[in-house]
């Protein structure tokens, strides 16, 4: 929480330092790290690929032609076709949005709620904060898929309803990172100090403790992503989630299951899909773990 | 004529220690137990003692940074505890505090600029387009530069730092600065540079001190009146000379025969206290100090002393121990030594 960094500590005849000259020092000692960087430039590939990906590509992911079913990869048809005779690099292409997206929003979800119960129980306590915390309890002793399912098959199937399960289940995690941080933040000087000022518990909380906690909320919710990422395939791979014909890395899976002895591509292409994508932010959320924590990085 | 500042009638601050599984208040830590003492306007008194003897917890409690157990703070004829939380923190206005540790005291995310106009904002003391104006005037007056306004925490050393908190506190033209271990992080060189700005500023903006240490040294720089505190009680209080030069509570002694004297041929008497600083959350009855008094009797074991004046004594120089008179003059005998 405490930003003296090793690096900038003893400055103080130094010009004063920027944005820019922070981000300069972010990026130094996250790059420290090879296989955080990695991490890094793979998730930066993946966002771009995403973004102007499927107007590159020149198959329609969803257009069946059974003249071409089954195909090996060849330099017409990086990846080959499926069982349907789809363009299986188009569609890997195209599930990349949603694939992201999954991630994201779950993150998104859990990351909303689970910082609002969080900062409550952490800086409130008291009552509330355990009987917060106890149901937080509950959910964490839930394996997450099974919970997850258990939503999707409550809620309904499709890929909006798998954002909503994963986000769910994300909330427990964050909210006990943030009343960890939140409960180290209140009990500091400055929020005395502030206290002290007659601040109002408002702006305590989004002035004060929420920039400060910020470091602990961005490496969770990246490590989260990933898990997010293959929560949703997994229950897509299910049949849950997205529904064909979306190209879907987890539904794709499920589709080359039944040919996985005479076209092993099928199937192994989207899972080398997403074992790339949840690796790139495994990698990535580790190296910002380190990259943040000053305590870590002698 | 003196004009009272601050009156603390009756300061009790026990924290609950809870327990088992449910939850329950098993026991209170007894952090101040039952202090009174009253600061006028433009003094600076201190708050001598060990750690954990109370001194920090009196310092919060006045600023109802934790709420009090119960009596009575009264600030120029107001009680503080009877505000709600909106008229308190109007009133926060007056009263500002200076933290121990200047690592911790200043938000890492905000530049001194900032802090100092955030400040400004809550309590609303100066108009917006002005603020930046008498951010800067504000550091000049801690001995900082103009150009460090836009520079964050981490870039400053711990004596700037602490200079920054100080304008943070001056910012809102307080009448009492309650210095919670001010300068005990700092150096020593740097010690003296921030008690020699405090003491300025006490000067020129008419400020009343609670100056909370346990370095007596610092105390002696700074005080005009000093209050010694032991295991949550007042155990004496003196203006600073009386004080050190005639120490009438055994436990004052003790602490003041501690201090190092630089004149080798000098004799002096160190008494060492034999045994441990008794628990706060369960005081010995009677005297609190009657555990480790070498002249402890069994009076002191069962009568609470209050504080009075010894015969003998200079005016407004009180001490709790029932025996001070015969300490004294050498009637009494010690148990050790």
Same mark, same amino acid.
């Given at each position: 929480?405490?930003?003296?960094?090793?690096?900038?500590?003893?400055?103080?005849?130094?010009?004063?330092?920027?944005?820019?000259?922070?981000?300069?020092?972010?990026?130094?000692?996250?790059?420290?790290?090879?296989?955080?960087?990695?991490?890094?430039?793979?998730?930066?590939?993946?966002?771009?690929?995403?973004?102007?990906?499927?107007?590159?590509?020149?198959?329609?992911?969803?257009?069946?032609?059974?003249?071409?079913?089954?195909?090996?990869?060849?330099?017409?048809?990086?990846?080959?076709?499926?069982?349907?005779?789809?363009?299986?690099?188009?569609?890997?292409?195209?599930?990349?949005?949603?694939?992201?997206?999954?991630?994201?929003?779950?993150?998104?979800?859990?990351?909303?709620?689970?910082?609002?119960?969080?900062?409550?129980?952490?800086?409130?306590?008291?009552?509330?904060?355990?009987?917060?915390?106890?149901?937080?309890?509950?959910?964490?002793?839930?394996?997450?898929?099974?919970?997850?399912?258990?939503?999707?098959?409550?809620?309904?199937?499709?890929?909006?309803?798998?954002?909503?399960?994963?986000?769910?289940?994300?909330?427990?995690?964050?909210?006990?990172?943030?009343?960890?941080?939140?409960?180290?933040?209140?009990?500091?000087?400055?929020?005395?100090?502030?206290?002290?000022?007659?601040?109002?518990?408002?702006?305590?909380?989004?002035?004060?403790?929420?920039?400060?906690?910020?470091?602990?909320?961005?490496?969770?919710?990246?490590?989260?992503?990933?898990?997010?990422?293959?929560?949703?395939?997994?229950?897509?791979?299910?049949?849950?989630?997205?529904?064909?014909?979306?190209?879907?890395?987890?539904?794709?899976?499920?589709?080359?299951?039944?040919?996985?002895?005479?076209?092993?591509?099928?199937?192994?292409?989207?899972?080398?899909?997403?074992?790339?994508?949840?690796?790139?932010?495994?990698?990535?959320?580790?190296?910002?773990?380190?990259?943040?924590?000053?305590?870590?990085?002698? | 004529?003196?004009?009272?500042?601050?009156?603390?009638?009756?300061?009790?601050?026990?924290?609950?220690?809870?327990?088992?599984?449910?939850?329950? +208040?098993? %026991?209170? $830590?007894?952090?101040?137990?039952?202090?009174?003492?009253? !600061?006028?306007?433009? &003094? #600076? =008194?201190?708050?001598?003692?060990?750690?954990?003897?109370?001194?920090?917890?009196?310092?919060?409690?006045?600023?109802?940074?934790?709420?009090?157990?119960?009596?009575?703070?009264?600030?120029?004829?107001?009680?503080?505890?009877?505000?709600?939380?909106?008229?308190?923190?109007?009133?926060?206005?007056?009263?500002?505090?200076?933290?121990?540790?200047?690592?911790?005291?200043?938000?890492?995310?905000?530049?001194?600029?900032?802090?100092?106009?955030?400040?400004?904002? +809550?309590? %609303?003391? $100066?108009?917006?387009?002005?603020?930046?104006?008498?951010? !800067?005037?504000?550091? &000049? #007056? =801690?001995?900082?530069?103009?150009?460090?306004?836009?520079?964050?925490?981490?870039?400053?050393?711990?004596?700037?730092?602490?200079?920054?908190?100080?304008?943070?506190?001056?910012?809102?033209?307080?009448?009492?600065?309650?210095?919670?271990?001010?300068?005990?992080?700092?150096?020593?060189?740097?010690?003296?540079?921030?008690?020699?700005?405090?003491?300025?500023?006490?000067?020129?903006?008419?400020?009343?001190?609670?100056?909370?240490?346990?370095?007596?040294?610092?105390?002696?720089?700074?005080?005009?009146?000093?209050?010694?505190?032991?295991?949550?009680?007042?155990?004496?209080?003196?203006?600073?000379?009386?004080?050190?030069?005639?120490?009438?509570?055994?436990?004052?002694?003790?602490?003041?025969?501690?201090?190092?004297?630089?004149?080798?041929?000098?004799?002096?008497?160190?008494?060492?206290?034999?045994?441990?600083?008794?628990?706060?959350?369960?005081?010995?009855?009677?005297?609190?100090?009657?555990?480790?008094?070498?002249?402890?009797?069994?009076?002191?074991?069962?009568?609470?002393?209050?504080?009075?004046?010894?015969?003998?004594?200079?005016?407004?120089?009180?001490?709790?121990?029932?025996?001070?008179?015969?300490?004294?003059?050498?009637?009494?005998?010690?148990?050790?030594?």
């Amino acid at each position: 929480m405490n930003e003296i960094l090793p690096e900038t500590r003893g400055t103080s005849f130094a010009p004063s330092t920027n944005r820019h000259g922070r981000w300069r020092s972010f990026y130094n000692r996250l790059s420290k790290n090879k296989a955080a960087l990695v991490g890094g430039y793979l998730v930066v590939l993946c966002v771009i690929t995403a973004i102007i990906g499927p107007y590159l590509t020149q198959y329609d992911p969803a257009k069946v032609d059974y003249s071409i079913r089954l195909l090996k990869p060849s330099a017409e048809h990086w990846f080959g076709t499926d069982h349907n005779g789809r363009d299986i690099f188009t569609r890997i292409i195209h599930g990349m949005p949603l694939t992201l997206s999954v991630g994201f929003f779950s993150v998104l979800v859990g990351a909303v709620f689970g910082i609002i119960l969080g900062v409550f129980s952490g800086y409130y306590g008291g009552k509330w904060d355990a009987v917060i915390m106890r149901v937080v309890d509950v959910m964490l002793a839930f394996p997450g898929i099974l919970l997850a399912l258990a939503i999707v098959s409550v809620l309904g199937k499709s890929l909006v309803m798998v954002v909503i399960a994963v986000g769910i289940f994300s909330v427990p995690t964050f909210a006990r990172i943030v009343r960890g941080s939140t409960l180290a933040v209140r009990k500091l000087e400055y929020i005395d100090a502030m206290r002290a000022l007659g601040a109002s518990d408002r702006r305590i909380i989004f002035k004060h403790i929420l920039p400060n906690i910020s470091s602990p909320i961005i490496v969770q919710a990246t490590l989260r992503i990933a898990i997010a990422i293959l929560t949703a395939s997994g229950l897509s791979f299910l049949g849950l989630g997205a529904q064909p014909p979306t190209p879907e890395w987890g539904a794709m899976l499920n589709d080359g299951r039944n040919y996985m002895q005479e076209h092993p591509h099928i199937a192994l292409i989207p899972g080398i899909a997403i074992v790339v994508v949840v690796l790139a932010f495994n990698l990535f959320g580790d190296g910002l773990r380190d990259a943040l924590d000053p305590k870590a990085n002698k | 004529m003196k004009t009272e500042l601050l009156n603390v009638k009756h300061l009790k601050q026990h924290f609950p220690i809870k327990g088992g599984f449910l939850g329950r +208040i098993v %026991n209170h $830590v007894k952090a101040v137990d039952d202090i009174s003492f009253t !600061i006028y306007e433009g &003094e #600076t =008194v201190s708050i001598v003692g060990e750690s954990g003897c109370g001194k920090s917890t009196t310092g919060r409690a006045i600023m109802r940074l934790d709420e009090p157990t119960s009596g009575e703070i009264i600030f120029e004829g107001s009680n503080l505890l009877a505000l709600n939380k909106r008229q308190m923190n109007k009133k926060r206005k007056d009263l500002q505090i200076i933290f121990q540790d200047p690592y911790a005291s200043l938000n890492p995310r905000q530049t001194a600029g900032e802090i100092l106009e955030e400040a400004m904002e +809550i309590q %609303n003391v $100066v108009p917006k387009s002005k603020r930046r104006h008498r951010v !800067i005037e504000l550091l &000049e #007056t =801690v001995g900082l530069a103009a150009y460090q306004a836009d520079r964050y925490p981490h870039e400053f050393s711990g004596g700037q730092r602490q200079r920054i908190g100080i304008a943070r506190a001056l910012s809102v033209n307080p009448k009492l600065i309650i210095c919670d271990e001010a300068v005990s992080a700092l150096d020593v060189s740097i010690q003296a540079q921030v008690l020699n700005l405090l003491k300025r500023l006490q000067r020129e903006f008419k400020l009343t001190y609670l100056f909370i240490s346990h370095d007596l040294g610092v105390v002696r720089h700074i005080s005009d009146r000093i209050i010694v505190m032991y295991v949550g009680r007042i155990v004496e209080v003196a203006d600073k000379t009386s004080l050190f030069e005639h120490p009438q509570h055994p436990y004052t002694r003790a602490l003041l025969s501690a201090i190092p004297v630089l004149d080798p041929d000098r004799k002096k008497e160190r008494i060492i206290l034999k045994g441990d600083v008794p628990s706060p959350i369960d005081p010995p009855p009677g005297c609190v100090f009657h555990t480790r008094c070498p002249y402890a009797t069994d009076r002191c074991k069962e009568e609470i002393p209050q504080l009075r004046t010894a015969e003998g004594a200079a005016g407004g120089h009180q001490a709790a121990c029932h025996y001070m008179e015969e300490i004294q003059n050498g009637s009494m005998e010690r148990a050790y030594s």
